[in-house]
């Protein structure tokens, strides 16, 4: 074995003890990578502005040459220029490559390192021919010296603000030199300039780093915009889910009360035209009494099935008014007459005083206010009046709904609109009423464009005032032809109608009530059963036809066949439908046909009969 010494290699503890003191490059590269992205976009800012702000630095040195080009240091200052020159030609061709290679562009890490090497080697030349310059020049040569150094440290800073040691280092590479020139030099203009230049880097180090901190505020107050704009859209986004989840849940509540309202009214119907046809019919005292409760227990239900779905469809926004023109006091009457016979069963005094006016309104959706205000007067007055009366005022109607009941406090005025709020009925006696009226109330009006208010003192009694629209002149006339045709002849009926309902219930509820009026009815059950009556040789004066009729068979469709089978197109036609919403009834009212929904009113029937008598006596030949 030879004695040759061995091969010592460095433990790990050496090679991190070297790169501590000598940092590589690759190390340094990272180190300048590390960058903010205000810093990055500052340092594209220095590339993109190279030409320019190196071309100025280039003047400056060239300024500086020829004014101490021919004095004793002028060798060394033109051996300055020379590497001054290359180091600008140098940073040109820096720009020109990352101007030109979009992969610079893209991975400017990679320009970081010989970037601000180059800056900092052109504020090195610069302190550097302070030191050449051994020789004082002429006063002209040293203001441009010196103004020439403080523009280009200047600059420098600001370009390099957000960077504080690279600023700082530029600015002391620069003036530092030039101060301790001046110093060495002596004499007051040196050392008046040095205090000058020295109070300069002073200032331009102190304006850099409030520039960096203004840039670093705006920066932070970017990226809180960006947040904020993030979490709007976030925000926005859950609004927008929780928008069409509100949505969602109410169409299917309307889905479910449409057909829960549908399934309802069917047999509510029956129920209604049975106990009005009993009451018809029937001489005995005791079952017209008996029947006369039906007939108000079936109201009642209508009532609340009504207000129920009026209040859905208000708030869901699917009721459409359809308007028209009709006298106030023809409406009224209507109104007031079922109501008239409450209050005097209670003792009280009923008064109607109104003079005639043709309005411009929802004839059904006002007869619902107007029913419900007049319910509650009544329900609520032990004792004395209640009164109806209307005047004209500042182109509108404005009803005013009297009584002299139990009153309201103040304290309950601000609610008494909303949905099954009562006062004074912690038992929920149904005879008291459900809370509901006066939410359909505050609903329908706002839907009507209805101005309602109330004034009530307790004890005293209450008056709830309503303001309807008038028609204009033009319209007024033609709503009077429409209401003096819709009142003829309805005490005594002697017309013949055709009544088709899939319905059983219904179809014979509705036979007996027209039969018991005094009509000459026939009923089917489906389209067959309704052309065999016609073949039969029964000429209808009128068709009464539900609107849905299976599950492919449609009313209107019904309506028109049996209009043709007949060679009467515009034979007087009345629909009838359980529906309160959808497509269907939408394209039944958009025919022009008469609608009404079930249960229906007695009274409204007899007026659509009142208008098939009028048409056929207009038709009939001469």
């Known amino acids: 074995m030879s004695a040759s010494s061995p091969v010592q290699t460095p433990s790990n503890a050496d090679v991190v003890a070297d790169e501590a003191v000598a940092p590589a490059p690759n190390a340094r590269i990272r180190a300048w990578s ?10 594209t800012q220095m590339i993109r ?8 630095a280039a003047v400056g040195g060239l300024l500086c040459y020829l004014e101490y080009a021919a004095g004793p240091d002028g060798p060394r200052v033109r051996a300055w220029l020379v590497v001054y020159g290359l180091v600008i030609a140098a940073r040109m061709g820096l720009w020109l490559a990352w101007a030109v290679r979009p992969g610079l562009r893209a991975n400017l890490a990679a320009m970081v390192w010989p970037v601000m090497a180059s800056n900092q080697l052109l504020a090195l030349l610069w302190g ?21 150094m403080v523009t280009v440290s200047l600059g420098g800073a600001i370009r390099l603000s957000t960077i504080g040691r690279a600023a700082m280092a530029y600015v002391v590479l620069i003036l530092g030199p030039l101060v301790l020139r001046d110093i060495w030099f002596g004499g007051s203009y040196h050392l008046a300039m040095a205090l000058i230049v020295t109070l300069i880097g002073v200032y331009t180090l102190l304006s850099s780093r409030e520039l960096s901190r203004a840039l670093h505020e705006i920066q932070a107050q970017r990226r809180r915009n960006a947040e904020l704009v993030t979490a709007l859209s976030a925000e926005n986004e859950r609004s927008r889910s929780a928008r069409q989840t509100a949505e969602e849940a109410v169409a299917a509540r309307m889905r479910f009360f449409a057909s829960a309202n549908h399934d309802l009214r069917q047999p509510l119907n029956a129920m209604a035209l049975l106990a009005q046809t009993l009451h018809t019919v029937s001489t005995q005292p005791q079952v017209q009494a008996l029947s006369e409760q039906l007939v108000a227990c079936a109201d009642g239900m209508t009532d609340v099935v009504d207000d129920l779905l009026d209040i859905t469809r208000a708030d869901a926004g699917s009721i459409s008014p359809q308007w028209s023109l009709f006298a106030i006091d023809e409406l009224l009457r209507d109104c007031c007459r079922p109501h008239q016979a409450v209050a005097a069963a209670k003792g009280l005094t009923f008064e109607l005083a109104i003079d005639p006016a043709t309005v411009r309104s929802d004839r059904a959706l006002l007869t619902r206010v107007v029913t419900n205000l007049l319910a509650n007067a009544i329900r609520y007055t032990h004792k004395g009046a209640v009164r109806i009366g209307g005047r004209v005022d500042n182109g509108r109607l404005r009803l005013a709904i009297e009584d002299t009941g139990i009153g309201i406090a103040p304290e309950h005025l601000p609610h008494i609109f909303d949905e099954f709020y009562q006062i004074d009925n912690p038992a929920r006696d149904r005879r008291l009423g459900y809370g509901l009226g006066l939410a359909t109330v505050k609903r329908l009006s706002e839907l009507l464009d209805l101005r309602v208010t109330v004034r009530s003192q307790p004890g005293q009694g209450s008056t709830f005032d309503v303001q309807v629209p008038l028609a204009d002149a033009a319209e007024s006339d033609r709503g009077e032809d429409v209401e003096r045709l819709a009142a003829s002849s309805t005490a005594a009926l002697a017309a013949r109608v055709l009544v088709l309902d899939d319905d059983q219930s219904s179809l014979q509820a509705l036979q007996g009530l027209l039969a018991s009026w005094g009509a000459e009815v026939r009923a089917a059950s489906d389209m067959a059963g309704a052309l065999a009556c016609l073949q039969a040789g029964f000429r209808p004066d009128a068709l009464v036809v539900d609107l849905r009729l299976g599950p492919q068979a449609s009313g209107l469709q019904a309506i028109a066949d049996l209009r043709l089978a007949l060679n009467e197109a515009d034979l007087p036609a009345l629909i009838v439908t359980g529906d309160v919403g959808g497509d269907s009834l939408a394209a039944a009212r958009e025919t022009g046909l008469p609608v009404l929904v079930k249960p229906v009113r007695p009274s409204q029937l007899r007026a659509f009969l009142g208008h098939a008598q009028a048409w056929r006596r207009e038709h009939a030949p001469d």
Do not use: K, R, Y
């Not at 590390?34 to 340092?43: C, G």
């Not at 550097?128 to 020439?148: D, M, N, R, T, Y």
């Open 49 to 56: 502005s190279t030409p320019w702000s190196w071309m100025l």
């Open 128 to 148: 550097v021919l302070s030191a050449l310059l051994w020789h004082e020049g002429p006063a002209q040569a040293e203001a441009i010296l010196h103004i020439a």
């Open 34 to 43: 590390t960058l903010s992205d205000l810093q990055l976009e500052q340092l």
